[in-house]
């Protein structure tokens, strides 16, 4: 409710998001938020606010809650893990956006809208490796795969740039793969 008075508009993401919805039992000590202006961070009592500005194309795919007598923006469960592939820096890295991926009960339509929507090359590879290294069925995966921009993108850009760089998804894995598996509960 606070990010909300500190920013206008704005919707709860990343990893405030995937706590929110349940794929991750990490909590948060920061609360994370999209928003479309340039807007501080702030600490009040204890609790730090992150607000990530965002084009006016990526500020989509969120749904108004009430909390009390106060609605609150929050991202659906599909731009909460796309927000977190555009910006793994926000959600705690790779690995927590493959928790998250792993965990969410996916409409994998909306997901792929959502990739193609946002228009960043990177996530869309992000997902799709994931996705395939998780044994996750994605729908539409050839269309997300015609999207894969030219260039190598790191899979967790926080990482460095010691890994093996994979041509199918046109990423640098710098994450190692049972790094990511492990973290999901040993799923492959």
């Not at 794929?23 to 999209?34: I, S």
């Not at 990739?115 to 992000?126: D, Q, T, V, W």
């Amino acid at each position: 409710m606070i990010a909300s008075h500190l920013a206008d508009p704005m919707y709860i993401s990343y990893w405030t998001a995937l706590n929110y919805h349940g794929l991750t039992e990490q909590v948060p000590m920061t609360v994370f938020a999209a928003t479309t202006n340039q807007v501080p961070d702030r600490n009040i009592h204890g609790v730090g606010y992150t607000f990530v500005t965002v084009t006016a194309a990526k500020f989509f795919g969120y749904d108004s809650l009430a909390v009390d007598a106060h609605q609150v923006n929050v991202a659906s469960v599909e731009k909460t893990l796309v927000d977190c592939a555009d910006h793994p820096e926000y959600c705690g890295g790779i690995g927590e956006l493959a928790k998250g991926l792993a965990a969410a009960d996916l409409e994998s339509t909306a997901l792929t809208e959502y990739l193609l929507r946002l228009g960043n090359g990177a996530a869309i590879k992000r997902i799709v490796y994931l996705a395939d290294l998780l044994e996750i069925g994605l729908g539409q995966r050839e269309e997300l795969i015609a999207a894969f921009t030219s260039g190598y993108s790191k899979l967790d850009p926080t990482r460095g740039d010691e890994g093996r760089y994979v041509s199918e998804y046109r990423l640098l894995v710098n994450v190692p793969e049972d790094e990511l598996t492990t973290m999901v509960g040993g799923r492959s």
